[in-house]
């Protein structure tokens, strides 16, 4: 077996220290309540936008297709989502992406304001991709404390809330200038995420 | 040793570089966020030609009519963040301010002479002057505020605008409604005619 020398051991140790210095810029994290984790993990989801907005679209989605839709989202959307927090506590600090969160709204957005006739399975598969994606991302910036994944907990149920009263608004909707409406706020939506994406790369 | 030596200076060089190039942590509090959204949503009010055009969108949708009166204010939007995605990126639109006085112009003689063109031919044209709109917006936007929260409050402030006029333009079914619409169309047409003076000028 190869003997390692301690100077080229301390060499490789100091190279290591050094990128595990070299922090990318972290602007997530939770913001403290005051009330504990769960509610820190609510508030954080319920004041980001880039969050919120495309899991208002994938209710209003799945709300605009019908009961059984919506139903799926909202099982399907949390527990992906509990699923990427997991798998994102351990990984290195980020943020979403702009240009991902922008696509996020142009896609959602765009599929309900055409009020496009997905089948239950393409809703399952966005919300869980949705989930995934912005679940993942929000766990790396929770850090790796004990109370993160209860953080974690509490904005799975914030998210839960608001699919299950967007979801269930819509789905009783029945006057058609009602669905219009909900169509409308799809073209918000995705007209956001347009300008979200110019504003992305002219950061960028 | 020498060669030891050599490396872990480089080793030290390195580690320096990198916590000198650390870039900031801007946990917890992000500023300009609640600002930006009522910036966003202030702007489109904030002036008059803008309030008139989108009024008038709102004013010609209800005119023609379904599908006109909701296909206008669906499109209108994502139009004009197209417009506003250019002035976010800085690519220059000329004469922004003699388009937004002629979508005054325009809009107000459509309801004032309640012109009924295909959907497609009224689309395109709200489409048109919604670039030089959104172009505006998108220029505008003030340093160190959310892009995201500024854009969603102008988008939102202009689908209330439409939503008034839309809300004005149910009085068409009336006779003395459909009177009191062309006038709003002439009052319309006649503040572009002003803004178009004013930008000429």
Redesign the interface.
């Known amino acids: 077996m190869k003997e390692v020398r301690p100077s080229r051991l301390s060499t490789g140790a100091i190279v290591a220290f050094a990128g595990l210095l070299h922090c990318a810029p972290v602007e997530a994290h939770l913001d403290s309540t005051g009330m504990g984790p769960i509610y820190d993990g609510t508030m954080h989801f319920l004041t980001s936008p880039e969050d919120l907005v495309p899991v208002l679209a994938l209710a209003l989605l799945a709300g605009l297709r019908g009961a059984a839709h919506g139903r799926r989202a909202l099982f399907t959307l949390p527990a992906a989502w509990l699923l990427g927090s997991y798998l994102g506590l351990t990984a290195t600090a980020m943020n979403v992406s702009a240009i991902l969160s922008s696509l996020w709204f142009l896609l959602l957005g765009g599929l309900v304001a055409t009020d496009a006739k997905l089948s239950l399975r393409l809703t399952t598969g966005l919300a869980a991709l949705l989930g995934l994606v912005h679940g993942y991302f929000n766990g790396t910036g929770m850090g790796q404390a004990g109370s993160a994944f209860i953080a974690a907990v509490g904005l799975v149920s914030a998210i839960f809330v608001v699919v299950a009263l967007a979801a269930a608004v819509v789905v009783r909707l029945r006057a058609h200038w009602a669905r219009i409406a909900v169509r409308v706020a799809g073209s918000w939506i995705a007209a956001s995420g347009l300008l979200m994406l110019g504003w992305a790369l002219r950061a960028g | 040793?020498r060669g030891?030596d050599t490396?872990?200076a480089?080793?030290?060089a390195?580690?320096l570089?990198?916590?000198l190039?650390?870039?900031?942590?801007?946990?917890?509090?992000?500023q300009g966020q609640a600002a930006g959204f009522v910036t966003g949503l202030l702007h489109p009010v904030s002036g008059l030609d803008h309030v008139l055009a989108m009024v008038a969108v709102g004013l010609w949708g209800a005119q023609l009519g379904a599908p006109a009166m909701?296909a206008l204010?669906?499109?209108f939007?994502?139009v004009?963040?197209?417009g506003?995605?250019?002035?976010?990126?800085?690519v220059p639109v000329p004469g922004i301010e003699v388009g937004i006085a002629a979508s005054g112009i325009v809009l107000g003689a459509m309801v004032m002479f309640e012109v009924r063109p295909p959907l497609i031919v009224a689309a395109v044209l709200v489409g048109i002057f919604a670039i030089f709109h959104g172009h505006a917006h998108?220029t505008e936007?003030p340093p160190a505020q959310s892009?995201?929260?500024y854009?969603?409050g102008f988008?939102?402030a202009t689908?209330c605008l439409h939503a008034v006029g839309i809300g004005i333009g149910t009085v068409h079914r009336w006779t003395w409604g459909r009177r009191l619409l062309r006038a709003a169309g002439a009052i319309v047409a006649g503040g572009g005619v002003v803004f178009m003076w004013k930008a000429l000028a």
């Open positions: 040793m030891d490396r872990q480089i080793a030290l390195v580690l570089a990198f916590v190039l650390t870039a900031p942590a801007m946990a917890h509090e992000q909701w204010p669906v499109a939007p994502l004009m963040a197209m506003g995605m250019l002035g976010f990126l800085g998108g936007l892009g995201l929260l854009s969603m988008v939102i689908g």
